[in-house]
T-cell receptor
Framework: EAGVTQFPSHSVIEKGQTVTLRCDPI?????LYWYRRVMGKEIKFLLH????????ESGMPNNRFLAERTGGTYSTLKVQPAELEDSGVYFC??????????????FGPGTRLTVT | AQSVTQLDSQVPVFEEAPVELRCNYS??????LFWYVQYPNQGLQLLLK??????LVKGINGFEAEFNKSQTSFHLRKPSVHISDTAEYFC????????????FGSGTRLLVRP
């Protein structure tokens, strides 16, 4: 069974540009989460999808960040325009939902975003 | 709301020595507790979790953790570490109030020396 995959693994962009990160969760997982780790700090929650619906987006830093999950499968996180403080590692995680609730979240390898 | 404190940012230890990585949390509701590990250039992997029942939880790779409700702690232990245990370890909680997001500590780098 394939794990959570993220693309790209690393992105370097200039301030003001746009970047789109992609996450493919484990097949059949209804829950999809985005987290971010800024240099040396704790990993912070950004948002949570249940299928295609945003369940909780309380961690999104501002309106420059837009997350989508079309059809309840893969998800994208767009940053537009990027600022220097957006640099960090963006993690995606997924977990089962429905009648089989699982608190175990499976994480992808992360996308390292560098804004220069 | 929940918060997690990992007091040690880095723990150096010699191979085959025991290790304890400390984690304390605060929460206004009951919580589930987790330890994740991140090996170099890899994603986060679940080591162990406490949901209910026995307060001593055993995980993968010989790690275990003990939930102490009165001290709001969930320290991670291993009796004898290997070089391959060198990694960053994260303690995390999620509240039993249906907000399933994980709240992480700042991480502890375990450095195992020969």
């Amino acid at each position: 069974e394939a794990g959570v995959t993220q693309f790209p693994s690393h992105s370097v962009i200039e301030k003001g540009q746009t970047v789109t990160l992609r996450c493919d969760p484990i097949s059949g997982h209804d829950n999809l989460y985005w987290y971010r780790r800024v240099m040396g700090k704790e990993i912070k929650f950004l948002l949570h999808f249940v299928k295609e619906s945003k369940q909780d987006e309380s961690g999104m830093p501002n309106n420059r960040f837009l997350a989508e999950r079309t059809g309840g499968t893969y998800s994208t996180l767009k940053v537009q325009p990027a600022e220097l403080e957006d640099s960090g590692v963006y993690f995606c995680a997924s977990s089962q939902g429905g009648n089989t609730f699982s608190y175990e979240q499976y994480f992808g390898p992360g996308t390292r975003l560098t804004v220069t | 709301a929940q918060s997690v404190t990992q007091l040690d940012s880095q723990v150096p230890v010699f191979e085959e020595a025991p290790v304890e990585l400390r984690c304390n949390y605060s929460s206004s509701v009951s919580v589930y507790l987790f330890w994740y590990v991140q090996y170099p250039n890899q994603g986060l992997q679940l080591l162990l979790k406490y949901l209910s029942g026995s307060t001593l939880v055993k995980g993968i790779n010989g790690f275990e953790a003990e939930f102490n409700k009165s001290q709001t702690s969930f320290h991670l232990r291993k009796p004898s570490v290997h070089i391959s245990d060198t990694a960053e370890y994260f303690c995390a909680v999620t509240g039993m109030d249906s907000s399933y997001k994980l709240i992480f500590g700042s991480g502890t780098r375990l450095l195992v020396r020969p």
